[in-house]
């Protein structure tokens, strides 16, 4: 080859480099945020819109923000690779789980196959966070007792992105450690959860509960209580002697816990990386003093001294949006599923609620201060929890729930104590949502096509790049 040729030859490979460069940006998206209400399903968040007057009956389904026009709808299933709590070494799929319409709907009287064959919020946060299936009780660790990498936020990190998890249950919990850096055989291993996310140098915010010198209603605890949700007492005590001190940090990250640190995250300048944990002992407001938990008019008020999820979205951003190549944001609201786990239906509202306020909260800053080009936005859940159908629906399986109007609990009741397989809502909008459509793998004869939870993970890891 002459010199003139080798050239043009170089020449040619550079613009093909450059162009495969310009497409992988292309696919790229600056903002990344996924919101999942853990444990809700399509009932919960039904039944939250009705409450909330929110709710069309003659297209019968709700008039959120999210059933408005730019945003993509779908299914979502949740099936995990094998109900199996430890790993079985195999790494194949139990045929049995994959989500079927026909066994789903199928098994009227008993909700049977829906109630045997659910994932646990490990696995199915594994599954959105890596795109790869798992036993339940995994955080980021196969079924053949390896951990899984990357996930979304170690994605997020080497594409030079900022990133976090946000939560209103304990913030080592299930679903941000699944989403986080942490790589755990045993969801139950808190201490060790809570000590990679804190120590691992890829998230930048970690927010939630768990505070160890707090009751459940936000009061002082009187003497220190659990500490395993914040990595341990000789942690915790580092954690909140740098709290104490003006600019001190902790493994880097800035402590705050009172509801007025976390407001003063929300406008100007931010630390760069911030570790919240809410002075309250496992969820924002959940788990506080029961009255009525059947009507959230007559319950116990939330505590107005702590944050809710709204606030600690907008303060998790305004510390995430100073990186110039963006950020991936993880917000969960985590408490959906302890109340559904405890059949609380004015609970489930209120949480969900809060949920929907969280939403609110992201669209108006992705509207004001970026842009819909810039940021991609998923809401989805990581599985149902208490098979919430109509005030029949024990004796007829799958009695439509039923609206009473604004401020009236709707008609509904709980058919299980814990999780099922049933699919769950998924919303997006911005930059890439329109590659759910290609992800989508069946269709539903009630919630029409549906994706599933590794599809939701494919797209959001091709939109944060790396
Ligand atoms: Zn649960």
């Given at each position: 080859?002459?010199?003139?040729?080798?050239?043009?030859?170089?020449?040619?490979?550079?613009?093909?480099?450059?162009?495969?460069?310009?497409?992988?940006?292309?696919?790229?998206?600056?903002?990344?945020?996924?919101?999942?209400?853990?444990?809700?399903?399509?009932?919960?968040?039904?039944?939250?819109?009705?409450?909330?007057?929110?709710?069309?009956?003659?297209?019968?389904?709700?008039?959120?923000?999210?059933?408005?026009?730019?945003?993509?709808?779908?299914?979502?299933?949740?099936?995990?690779?094998?109900?199996?709590?430890?790993?079985?070494?195999?790494?194949?799929?139990?045929?049995?789980?994959?989500?079927?319409?026909?066994?789903?709907?199928?098994?009227?009287?008993?909700?049977?196959?829906?109630?045997?064959?659910?994932?646990?919020?490990?696995?199915?946060?594994?599954?959105?966070?890596?795109?790869?299936?798992?036993?339940?009780?995994?955080?980021?660790?196969?079924?053949?007792?390896?951990?899984?990498?990357?996930?979304?936020?170690?994605?997020?990190?080497?594409?030079?992105?900022?990133?976090?998890?946000?939560?209103?249950?304990?913030?080592?919990?299930?679903?941000?450690?699944?989403?986080?850096?942490?790589?755990?055989?045993?969801?139950?291993?808190?201490?060790?959860?809570?000590?990679?996310?804190?120590?691992?140098?890829?998230?930048?915010?970690?927010?939630?509960?768990?505070?160890?010198?707090?009751?459940?209603?936000?009061?002082?605890?009187?003497?220190?209580?659990?500490?395993?949700?914040?990595?341990?007492?000789?942690?915790?005590?580092?954690?909140?002697?740098?709290?104490?001190?003006?600019?001190?940090?902790?493994?880097?990250?800035?402590?705050?816990?009172?509801?007025?640190?976390?407001?003063?995250?929300?406008?100007?300048?931010?630390?760069?990386?911030?570790?919240?944990?809410?002075?309250?002992?496992?969820?924002?407001?959940?788990?506080?003093?029961?009255?009525d938990t059947n009507d959230p008019?007559?319950?116990?008020?939330?505590?107005?001294?702590?944050?809710?999820?709204?606030?600690?979205?907008?303060?998790?951003?305004?510390?995430?949006?100073?990186?110039?190549?963006?950020?991936?944001?993880?917000?969960?609201?985590?408490?959906v599923d302890w109340a559904n786990?405890?059949?609380?239906?004015?609970?489930?509202?209120?949480?969900?609620?809060?949920?929907?306020?969280?939403?609110?909260?992201?669209?108006?800053?992705?509207?004001?201060?970026?842009?819909?080009?810039?940021?991609?936005?998923?809401?989805?859940?990581?599985?149902?929890?208490?098979?919430?159908?109509?005030?029949?629906?024990?004796?007829?399986?799958?009695?439509?729930?039923?609206?009473?109007?604004?401020?009236?609990?709707?008609?509904?009741?709980?058919?299980?104590?814990?999780?099922?397989?049933?699919?769950?809502?998924?919303?997006?909008?911005?930059?890439?949502?329109?590659?759910?459509?290609?992800?989508?793998?069946?269709?539903?004869?009630?919630?029409?096509?549906?994706?599933?939870?590794?599809?939701?993970?494919?797209?959001?890891?091709?939109?944060?790049?790396?």
């Amino acid at each position: 080859m002459s010199e003139a040729s080798r050239r043009i030859a170089a020449l040619a490979i550079g613009a093909a480099i450059v162009a495969m460069a310009q497409a992988l940006a292309l696919a790229e998206t600056k903002n990344v945020i996924v919101m999942v209400a853990d444990g809700s399903g399509f009932n919960a968040w039904n039944a939250t819109s009705m409450y909330q007057g929110r709710w069309d009956a003659s297209r019968g389904k709700s008039t959120q923000v999210y059933d408005g026009p730019g945003w993509v709808a779908y299914g979502c299933s949740t099936f995990p690779l094998t109900t199996s709590k430890k790993p079985t070494g195999k790494g194949t799929q139990d045929a049995d789980l994959v989500y079927a319409p026909g066994k789903a709907w199928g098994d009227i009287g008993a909700y049977g196959w829906l109630t045997k064959t659910y994932t646990d919020s490990a696995a199915a946060a594994t599954a959105l966070s890596t795109g790869t299936k798992t036993y339940n009780n995994a955080i980021n660790w196969s079924d053949r007792n390896e951990p899984i990498t990357p996930t979304v936020t170690e994605r997020a990190k080497a594409a030079g992105k900022a990133a976090g998890v946000i939560t209103t249950v304990q913030w080592c919990h299930a679903t941000p450690a699944g989403f986080s850096n942490a790589h755990e055989s045993e969801r139950d291993n808190y201490e060790a959860i809570a000590n990679q996310m804190l120590g691992g140098g890829v998230l930048d915010v970690i927010m939630g509960g768990g505070n160890p010198d707090f009751d459940n209603d936000g009061r002082p605890a009187g003497k220190r209580r659990e500490c395993k949700y914040v990595g341990g007492e000789a942690v915790w005590k580092e954690i909140e002697a740098a709290r104490g001190k003006a600019g001190a940090t902790y493994k880097g990250f800035r402590p705050v816990s009172t509801k007025a640190e976390f407001e003063a995250l929300v406008p100007g300048p931010a630390p760069s990386r911030v570790l919240g944990t809410a002075q309250v002992g496992t969820t924002l407001r959940q788990a506080r003093a029961k009255k009525d938990t059947n009507d959230p008019a007559r319950d116990t008020p939330v505590n107005p001294d702590l944050p809710d999820l709204p606030l600690m979205a907008r303060a998790a951003i305004n510390v995430l949006d100073d990186n110039p190549r963006g950020f991936f944001l993880m917000i969960e609201g985590g408490a959906v599923d302890w109340a559904n786990h405890s059949n609380q239906p004015g609970r489930m509202i209120q949480e969900q609620m809060d949920f929907v306020a969280a939403v609110e909260a992201v669209i108006k800053w992705v509207e004001t201060k970026s842009s819909w080009k810039d940021t991609l936005l998923v809401l989805t859940a990581d599985h149902e929890t208490g098979l919430i159908w109509g005030p029949k629906s024990d004796a007829k399986a799958f009695d439509p729930i039923v609206d009473h109007g604004k401020g009236a609990m709707p008609g509904f009741r709980y058919n299980s104590k814990t999780h099922s397989n049933s699919l769950v809502p998924l919303f997006a909008k911005g930059a890439g949502s329109e590659r759910l459509a290609d992800k989508v793998v069946g269709k539903d004869p009630v919630r029409g096509p549906y994706v599933d939870n590794t599809g939701v993970s494919a797209v959001v890891a091709e939109a944060v790049g790396k």
